[in-house]
T-cell receptor
Framework: SQQGEEDPQALSIQEGENATMNCSYK?????LQWYRQNSGRGLVHLIL?????REKHSGRLRVTLDTSKKSSSLLITASRAADTASYFC???????????FGEGTQLTVNP | KAGVTQTPRYLIKTRGQQVTLSCSPI?????VSWYQQTPGQGLQFLFE???????NKGNFPGRFSGRQFSNSRSEMNVSTLELGDSALYLC????????????FGPGTRLTVL
C-alpha cells in the first residue's frame, strides 16, 4: 500500500508561476526524497531531506518537512514548461533502504 | 560519473514466458533496489540487494527473483509471466548506507501479451 499521498493529484499553471505540491505520510521516517518523472521514463532524484531538517533548497526547489504533521511540501519557483512532469515523494520508514512512494502529482506548466 | 543503466529498455513477452532484466548501478554503489510501476498500483518495492545479498524484500510472489554480482550489477527475473506483470521496472542505485539516497535508471518497459 502507498505510504504517502500527494496533493493535489494534478496541477496546471502558467510559466513563471510557482508550483506547490504536498505529501503526507503515515509512519515515522528517517528521510524523505522527492523525484520527478517525465512521461513514463525513469525517476530523477531532486532532493533528500532528513527527518531532523525543516527546510532545504536546491536551485529553484524548496522542500519543507514537518514531522509532527507527517507532511512535506515541494515548491518550484518561476516554473518553466520543462518542469512539466509527475512529482513523487518517497519515504524510507524504518526499513532504511526500502522506499515507499506516494501516488504523485502531475504538474503541467503551460507556456 | 556514469548514471544507472538498465537493459533492455523495452521488452515484449507472452504469458508463461520468463524474462531477465539487468541493472548496472553507479560506480562505487553497492546497493541495487528494484521497483515496479503500474498505473493501478503505482511504484512498489520489489527487493534490494547489497553486497550480493538480498537485504530487503517487498510483497511480490516468488515468481519475482533477483541476484547481484560481485561487480554490483543486478539482474531481476520474472518467471511464468502474467498479463498483470506488464509494467515499467525501475532499478535504483545507492551506496547502501544512511541516508540511502537512491538514484534511478531509465527503466525497462515490459509488455506481456
Amino acid at each position: 500500500s502507498q505510504q504517502g499521498e500527494e496533493d493535489p493529484q494534478a496541477l496546471s499553471i502558467q510559466e513563471g508561476e510557482n508550483a506547490t505540491m504536498n505529501c503526507s505520510y503515515k509512519t515515522s521516517i528517517n528521510n524523505l526524497q522527492w523525484y520527478r518523472q517525465n512521461s513514463g521514463r525513469g525517476l530523477v532524484h531532486l532532493i533528500l531531506i532528513r527527518s531532523n531538517e525543516r527546510e532545504k533548497h536546491s536551485g529553484r526547489l524548496r522542500v519543507t518537512l514537518d514531522t509532527s504533521k507527517k507532511s512535506s511540501s515541494l515548491l518550484i519557483t518561476a516554473s518553466r514548461a520543462a518542469d512539466t512532469a509527475s512529482y513523487f515523494c518517497a519515504t524510507d520508514g524504518t526499513s532504511g533502504s526500502r522506499l515507499t512512494f506516494g501516488e504523485g502529482t502531475q504538474l503541467t506548466v503551460n507556456p | 560519473k556514469a548514471g544507472v543503466t538498465q537493459t533492455p529498455r523495452y521488452l515484449i513477452k507472452t504469458r508463461g514466458q520468463q524474462v531477465t532484466l539487468s541493472c548496472s548501478p553507479i560506480s562505487g554503489h553497492r546497493s541495487v533496489s528494484w521497483y515496479q510501476q503500474t498505473p493501478g498500483q503505482g511504484l512498489q518495492f520489489l527487493f534490494e540487494y547489497f553486497s550480493e545479498t538480498q537485504r530487503n524484500k517487498g510483497n511480490f510472489p516468488g515468481r519475482f527473483s533477483g541476484r547481484q554480482f560481485s561487480n554490483s550489477r543486478s539482474e531481476m527475473n520474472v518467471s511464468t509471466l502474467e498479463l498483470g506483470d506488464s509494467a515499467l521496472y525501475l532499478c535504483a542505485s545507492s551506496t547502501g548506507q544512511v541516508p540511502y539516497e537512491q538514484f534511478f535508471g531509465p527503466g525497462t518497459r515490459l509488455t506481456v501479451l
